[in-house]
């Protein structure tokens, strides 16, 4: 039988959640009737500009690695903010925190790129245990970030399965839902018998493909229909799918609206409309 959670649509899951970042981005994805989350892992900060005006108006969210761009400026993260509210998107950098409390918030507020200044949502390893959560929500809860954890991966042989996904959705709970607004995951990691009325998680799932299977170093690509209706996830992450396609920037942009409605016709089947 279907989670509970997949049978709600997103708008009405909006009065769960207390995190400005979460409420924003059940709002954006209810407005612009869109699931899908674009990673733009280009190597030029200029060029993840160009990709993201193609296709900031088919998604909800733009996810980054900022530490991939060889032109990393202050003035990428302003043009980035400034398209955010123009095209109506949340910014995701995809940093993947896995230290000490003390470490990561400095990673997360300090250095060349201070995450914690633009990008609404990034992610944390559960590994070093619960004070990565501290850390990470002493520098981003009074700024209204949230934050999402790995429960599980999309490459093939993660050692996030079993007893350490399942552990990372109850270190999740135990934080509470202030600054840890889901996860990252490849199902619905958040069983419907460990949850109680009202709390709701959002899903994100990568390792998103219309046409590849995989790459050839680990990758490992599931449908939008296969995440979404399958599997349960809220948000679809689609990176070389979408940036790596040929013919050019309106070939970007019309694959962006091929995933969006992929993405979007699966939750209106999962919702049995
Ligand atoms: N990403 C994954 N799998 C994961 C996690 C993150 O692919 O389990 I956690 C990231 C890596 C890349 C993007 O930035 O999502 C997927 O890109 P492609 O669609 O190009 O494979």
Redesign the pocket.
């Known amino acids: 039988s279907p989670h509970p959670t997949t049978l709600i649509p997103y708008a009405e899951r909006i009065k769960f959640h207390t995190n400005p970042t979460a409420i924003k981005i059940l709002e954006i994805m209810d407005r612009k009737k869109t699931n899908l989350a674009v990673?733009v892992?280009v190597t030029s900060a200029k060029e993840a500009l160009e990709v993201v005006r193609r296709v900031g108006a088919s998604v909800c969210m733009v996810?980054t690695?900022c530490d991939i761009f060889e032109d990393f400026t202050p003035a990428f993260t302003e043009e980035l903010l400034r398209l955010s509210k123009e095209l109506d998107f949340v910014i995701f950098e995809?940093r993947?925190f896995a230290d000490i409390g003390n470490t990561v918030s400095l990673q997360y507020s300090s250095g060349i790129h201070k995450i914690s200044t633009w990008s609404d949502l990034t992610?944390a390893h559960s590994v070093p245990g619960p004070g990565i959560i501290a850390g990470l929500s002493k520098v981003g809860l009074p700024l209204g970030r949230g934050l999402l954890l790995?429960g599980?991966?999309?490459?093939a042989g993660?050692l996030?399965v079993g007893g350490y996904t399942e552990q990372t959705f109850k270190m999740a709970q135990d934080a509470g839902r202030e600054f840890v607004i889901g996860f990252?995951a490849?199902n619905r990691i958040d069983k419907p018998e460990k949850i109680g009325e009202g709390e709701d998680y959002l899903i994100m799932?990568?390792?998103?493909?219309l046409s590849a299977k995989g790459?050839s170093l680990g990758?490992q690509?599931r449908t939008p229909r296969e995440c979404v209706v399958e599997s349960g996830a809220d948000v679809i992450?689609?990176?070389?799918?979408?940036?790596?396609v040929e013919g050019g920037e309106e070939a970007v942009k019309s694959e962006a609206e091929r995933y969006r409605e992929a993405g979007w016709k699966a939750y209106e089947e999962r919702l049995g409309r």
């Open positions: 990673s892992d996810k690695h995809d993947k992610n790995l599980e991966m999309s490459s993660s996030a990252i490849q799932s990568p390792g998103v493909g790459d990758q690509y992450i689609v990176g070389r799918g979408i940036y790596g």
